[in-house]
């Protein structure tokens, strides 16, 4: 069973703080996504990284790929309150129908 | 854009109702999933389908079950409701995407409570 840990489980900051949410598995993935979730809503898509190294940038969001394809990193720059919420970190790979889903970090940033 | 939609956003039953939660895709995708999150437990997949008429069991699929009898719709069919199956219920679809990656894009849930 493939499993991803996501750390830190809960975090709380004020405006204007950077912070960094990793995930991290002994598997490997063929690609990986994160998504947002809003408070009573459904997980939103933020990013898919495919190839091992690879940053992407979303305005102040900053995604990593680990080269092993095992772990990723999501880095906030300046974070805002409406960067709150939970944010889930999915691998998959291609000969498996299903993703493996970390169990979230928990964001709130205080104005 | 991806849009993925559910029946409700909220919904209340009794013990032992038959209780039916329905998705709509509108992409085209040929993979759907039904989850359900409760607090510190993550999202857990009960079923997921590939096809038309197919279906395979995820990692709670007891006390459920599900239908797909057209590509654009999943069902999920809880046979007689209980108390603990009160939680979210997400559903989601998924495709290749340009890279290959089969990103999920989910419905905005219902919140089932069971009295």
């Known amino acids: 069973t493939q499993l991803l840990e996501q750390s830190p489980q809960f975090l709380s900051i004020q405006e204007g703080e950077n912070l960094t949410v990793y995930c991290n598995s002994s598997s490997v993935f063929s690609s990986l996504q994160w998504y947002r979730q809003e408070p009573g809503e459904g997980p939103v898509l933020l990013v898919t990284v495919v190839t091992g190294g690879e940053v992407k940038k979303l305005k102040r969001l900053t995604f990593q790929f680990g080269d092993a394809r095992k772990d990723s990193s999501l880095h906030i720059t300046a974070a805002q309150p409406g960067d709150t919420g939970l944010y889930l970190c999915?691998?998959?790979?291609?000969?498996?129908?299903?993703?493996?889903f970390g169990d979230g970090t928990t964001l709130t940033v205080k104005p | 854009d991806v849009k993925v939609t559910q029946s409700s956003r909220y919904l209340v039953k009794r013990t032992g109702e038959k209780v039916f939660l329905e998705c709509v895709q509108d992409?085209?995708?040929?993979?759907m999933f039904w989850y359900r999150q409760d607090p510190g437990l993550g999202l857990r997949l009960i079923y997921f389908s590939y096809d038309v008429k197919m279906k395979e069991k995820g990692d709670i699929p007891e006390g459920y079950s599900v239908s797909r009898e057209k590509k654009e719709r999943f069902s999920l069919i809880l046979e007689s409701a209980s108390t603990n199956q009160t939680s979210m219920y997400l559903c989601?679809?998924?495709?290749?995407?340009?890279?290959?990656?089969?990103?999920?894009?989910f419905g905005p849930g219902t919140r089932l409570t069971v009295t």
């Open positions: 989601a679809s998924s495709s290749p995407g340009l890279e290959g990656a089969y990103e999920q894009y």
């Open positions: 999915a691998g998959h790979n291609t000969n498996a129908g299903k993703s493996t």
């Open positions: 992409m085209d995708h040929e993979n």
